[in-house]
Nanobody, 126 residues
Framework: EVQLVESGGGLVQAGGSLRVSCVAS????????ICWFRQAPGKEREGVSC????????VNRDFARGRFAISSDNAKNTVFLQMNDLKPDDTAVYYC???????????????????WGKGTPVTVSS
């Protein structure tokens, strides 16, 4: 059974940093792309960053560049999202999602995700 479990969310002051984690199980990690999404209250879910586990290549939304960094520890089947210089607008539930690489490369980087975690909430206070 494919499982994605996020952790590491919490309350942080504006300007602070937080690292959220996504532990994957039930599939061959190296065959997948893992992406982070977020959904703020009253807003649609949006993609943040993706990583091709096999190559390590990453894709980032414009708002994430320079502040957020996605990485993976393949030995631990874990993907991280390091978030720096957080702003109140970054307040959201952060989700990780997975897609087989052969599917992911034929869709947009934030489309075609097949499996989702339940999310971890991040609150940035001003």
């Amino acid at each position: 059974e494919v499982q994605l479990v996020e952790s590491g969310g919490g309350l942080v002051q504006a300007g602070g940093s937080l690292r959220v984690s996504c532990v994957a199980s039930g599939f061959t990690f190296d065959d997948y792309a893992i992406c982070w999404f977020r959904q703020a209250p009253g807003k649609e879910r949006e993609g943040v960053s993706c990583i091709n586990i096999h190559t390590g290549n990453t894709v980032n939304r414009d708002f994430a560049r320079g502040r957020f960094a996605i990485s993976s520890d393949n030995a631990k089947n874990t993907v991280f999202l390091q978030m720096n210089d957080l702003k109140p607008d970054d307040t959201a539930v952060y989700y990780c999602a997975a897609a087989l690489l052969r599917r992911w490369v034929t869709h947009g980087p934030f489309d075609g995700m097949e499996n989702w975690g339940k999310g971890t909430p991040v609150t940035v206070s001003s």
